[in-house]
């Protein structure tokens, strides 16, 4: 069997502080990160001990992970499994990136996301270009907030083509975006589309539950991030019970991370091997022609 996991540990502290996030600037004690350590590791050695499965994981932290070294060793252990054929994280940027060295880069990806109003593109940057120098597959995004249009121009121009940069549109501000601003952020990224919708999901097939699960520090299995009803657990011996084929409950689904494994979607096929972080299938290809 082959299962992609969604991560989410109790972390829930950030060294940045976005308006309109939730964990900006939260900070936890060093008991609590101890918490999400012990629990990370836990998952960590679970994934380790299961190589009658294959896995493919994306860390999705309420908050900013990769400033703490477990979580980057833990990237440098799963990508050294050799049952495990995928790690990624979604981050800031923020942290130092020579621990990558000690990954398996064919089984690392990084999900990176530029701040505009908590760090300077030319640092944002410097830090994908090192990744692109050290050889990590990653995408890069922005939040589509029509006043960084032009920091998006100018990192869309000093990125390498072949790094694929997509914008998060802001849901709630869509009825107020104008048809220039839509364009705009469509001509960065052409699936920006994709992300705008609130997609019928309820009654519908979805991935989520059967070969892809949530799953958070205690071990407990959910469908996905969005439907907070647990399936199991994966510390339990049963675990594997869990997983089967069920229908969303939820009436929409507007999360990358959640629409991509709508079966009716098929943005399987339009992300291929690059789901996880983000990445349309051939991209680079797909930026030469």
Same mark, same amino acid.
């Given at each position: 069997?082959? @299962? ?29 990160? !101890? ?29 900013? !992970? ?5 979580? /980057?060793? !833990? ?12 790690? *990624? ?18 089984? @690392? ?11 300077? +593109? ?17 995408? !890069? ?12 121009? &100018?990192?869309? +121009? ?23 601003? +839509?364009?705009?952020? #469509? ?7 994709? &992300?705008? /919708? ?17 799953? %958070?520090? %205690? ?20 675990? #594997?019970? *869990? ?18 494994? @709508?079966?009716?979607?098929?943005? %399987? ?18 930026? @030469? +022609?």
């Amino acid at each position: 069997m082959h @299962l992609t996991i969604l991560y989410r540990g109790p972390i829930i502290s950030c060294n940045y502080g976005c308006e309109y996030c939730p964990f900006a600037k939260r900070q936890q004690s060093a008991a609590e990160l !101890a918490v999400d350590r012990q629990a990370l590791e836990q998952f960590v050695n679970w994934v380790a001990q299961h190589s009658q499965h294959q896995f493919s994981i994306l860390f999705t932290p309420w908050g900013e !992970a990769l400033i703490h070294n477990w979580y /980057q060793q !833990a990237l440098v252990q799963l990508t050294q499994i050799p049952h495990v054929h995928k790690a *990624a994280i979604q981050t800031n940027l923020s942290c130092q990136l020579d621990w990558v060295e000690e990954c398996n880069k064919d089984r @690392l990806a990084l999900w990176a996301t530029f701040h505009p109003e908590w760090v300077s +593109r030319d640092r944002f940057l410097s830090k994908c270009l090192e990744l692109d120098r050290r050889g990590v597959r990653f995408s !890069a995004g922005v939040v589509g907030f029509p006043k960084y249009k032009d920091e998006i121009t &100018n990192l869309r +121009r000093e990125l390498p083509n072949h790094v694929y940069l997509w914008i998060n549109a802001v849901k709630k501000e869509l009825p107020n975006l104008s048809t220039q601003d +839509r364009n705009f952020f #469509e001509s960065i990224d052409p699936l920006y589309e994709l &992300n705008t /919708q609130h997609y019928p999901s309820f009654g519908r097939a979805c991935r989520a539950g059967e070969s892809v699960i949530s799953v %958070d520090g %205690d071990g407990k299995m959910r469908r996905c991030h969005f439907i907070k009803e647990p399936i199991g657990n994966i510390y339990e011996r049963d675990w #594997e019970t *869990a997983l089967c084929d069920r229908l969303c409950t939820n009436q929409t689904c507007h999360c990358h991370i959640g629409y991509v494994h @709508l079966d009716y979607l098929e943005l %399987d096929k339009v992300f291929g091997s690059g789901i996880l972080e983000r990445i349309p299938n051939n991209w680079a290809l797909q930026r @030469l +022609r």
